[in-house]
C-alpha cells in the first residue's frame, strides 16, 4: 500500500477513486450501448433481405 501512496499525492487519493469508479461505469455503458447497437444493426439487416 506504501507504494501505491508513493505514486499518489494524499490531496489526490478522492479523486484517484472518483476517477476508477468512472471509469467502470463508462466501460458498462459502453457494453450496453455496443449490445444495443448490434441489435439495431441486425435489425435493419434483416428489414433490408426480407425486402429483396
Do not use: C, D, H
Amino acid at each position: 500500500m506504501e507504494e501505491l501512496m508513493s505514486y499518489v499525492k494524499p490531496e489526490l487519493l478522492v479523486t484517484a477513486i472518483v476517477l476508477y469508479f468512472i471509469g467502470v461505469w463508462i466501460k458498462q455503458t459502453q457494453g450496453i450501448l455496443v449490445a444495443g447497437l448490434s441489435t439495431y444493426v441486425n435489425q435493419i439487416l434483416k428489414q433490408i433481405r426480407k425486402n429483396e
